[in-house]
């Protein structure tokens, strides 16, 4: 599921443009990942950071701090900041889920054990907030500390919605709000205000990071069952065995007859799931058209984000983001 | 283990004392213990907090901000923001040590499940960050995340320490420090802090709580073992079932004859353990005198943390404070 990287997409260009402060990043995010007295952090984290993600967030930190004319020293710091929470709660969200790999690796919950996941992320949350207090700015704490609660929140929702047929687009949306876009809004919202940006592009910034992220999850979601294309690859049915209520399950489950009510009844609330089962699942999403539904809903989640660039002074950068907006969703197109 | 609460008891005086701005603090958790979406939340939050801890953290607080003249409000928030710092790592470390019983109830990890008690950990510590930040305090925020880190760090490396007998005093100090001590430190420093105190007079409540939590800990670990009356009580042997090296096993270990080391060898670090192997290592450490001499660092550093108070102002609550000092070594002797 991982984001195209070849030829001349916007990911790349974001990358080229931010390229010098994410080497700096790089460094920051390496020598405060490091323990003197237990060697057994920079190990794991280094597993997942060495890992390689797709760094699209602190990028984003980066991007919205240049873009405002920022000539100062704390966007480095804030990026490592977004990087080292995305890094906690993705230690915290593989315990959560009993997951076993990650960017092509075996978790750490796998390698080590859970212990070492849950302490380790702890560890990097503590570290990210002391990054956060030696910008000194109390606005840019205020936000993150804020995000932090959001995202706790939206993960322990996403934890009693599950497996619940019940749970309908509203607690959906507040699910990916907390887990995903909280964190993807403070990116984009902590780079305009350490650069004093006046509200209105903070504003704008903070709602295209909002939006980005609630694009970025439903495409996520949709892909767990293979996009529109319904070609069942490897990574499919991950949500499904895992009961998730995604939505293009809520949307489906909403229009249900009585027997694929009971179908969902069987393999989502009570967890009876047999060969053919994901497979009956796709046939039902694609009867009622919920993959395409779900597509659009992502669309034009991307449409909202590049909107929200309207306020933001005009930059290379800011065309970036907007192309960054697209490339997200073109996952799926 | 728990302190007594009956009679003249310091700490029941320290209750007194500060008891109008501990309702107060209680009112502030509960409130911000609460999720308007998540339920889950403040009934896993609840449990703990119900169960009814001994408060000893937030009073510090409070009672180092009083006895340094603080007539503001924010001592209020920095007390629940160490209070919920302790019940986070709490729900977290019950999962570490799959724990079944806390506060003579069954733990959150039990009741509800260990993703539950991870998230719900991560939430409570998003609350306590954005209390201090409410504070507006930037002095604050950098003691407590510091204190956040060296409290992870030290959980990290209790779990790389246990099982192995080379763990040394050294190593056991620093993973004390770091679990229980950075918190006591962080809780009394802050006092001082909000209330504008002298340098000296900070430094004094840091070296106070530094030296009051390590001292409080060697007791939980010796009472862990019995104390020194090798009474075996329904709480004792925790630590060995979970191989932990703590004071009385690692000055044993050092001083081990070949037939000792064999035995410590198989119950530590390959975990076969039978019956009357409990009653055996008591016997040993008996025979080294390592329980008696862990009860003499433990007084030895409560010493310390009322020596520490001569560098704060003379008052009625320094006098409980150091009362408090005694009465934490009180439950050894």
Not at 237 to 245: H, V, Y
């Amino acid at each position: 599921m991982g984001l195209d990287l070849s030829g001349n997409a916007p990911h790349r260009r974001l990358q080229e443009s931010v390229a010098a402060d994410m080497l700096r990043v790089d460094g920051l995010i390496r020598e405060r990942m490091a323990s003197e007295h237990a060697p057994r952090i920079p190990e794991v984290t280094a597993h997942l950071v060495d890992a390689g993600g797709k760094r699209l967030r602190p990028m984003l930190t980066l991007a919205a701090a240049r873009l405002c004319g920022y000539e100062g020293e704390h966007h480095i710091r804030l990026a490592a900041t977004v990087e080292f929470i995305h890094t906690a709660t993705l230690l915290h969200d593989d315990v959560v889920d009993e997951s076993e790999r990650r960017r092509g690796r075996p978790t750490a919950n796998l390698l080590w054990d859970n212990k070492s996941s849950v302490l380790v992320g702890d560890y990097l949350f503590s570290r990210s907030f002391q990054l956060m207090v030696e910008t000194g700015s109390l606005h840019v704490l205020d936000i993150l500390a804020n995000a932090a609660a959001t995202i706790a929140e939206g993960e322990v929702l996403q934890l009693t919605a599950a497996r619940n047929l019940a749970t309908d687009e509203d607690v959906y949306l507040r699910v990916i709000r907390g887990k995903t876009a909280a964190l993807f809004a403070a990116a984009t919202e902590v780079g305009g205000v350490i650069a004093g940006a006046r509200q209105g592009v903070v504003r704008g910034l903070r709602h295209y990071g909002d939006a980005l992220g609630i694009s970025f999850q439903i495409v996520d979601d949709l892909l767990d069952y293979g996009g529109v294309s319904q070609t069942i690859g490897k990574n499919v049915g991950d949500d499904f065995r895992e009961r998730k209520l995604t939505l293009p399950v809520i949307k489906a489950v909403h229009r249900a007859d009585k027997k694929e009510r009971a179908f969902w009844e069987r393999v989502i609330e009570r967890g009876e799931q047999h060969d053919g089962d994901l497979e009956e699942a796709l046939e039902i999403l694609n009867r009622h058209g919920t993959l395409e539904e779900t597509r659009t809903e992502a669309l034009n989640w991307a449409d909202r984000a590049r909107a929200a660039l309207g306020d933001v002074p005009a930059h290379a950068l800011r065309d970036i983001l907007a192309d960054i907006a697209d490339y997200v969703v073109a996952r799926v197109n």
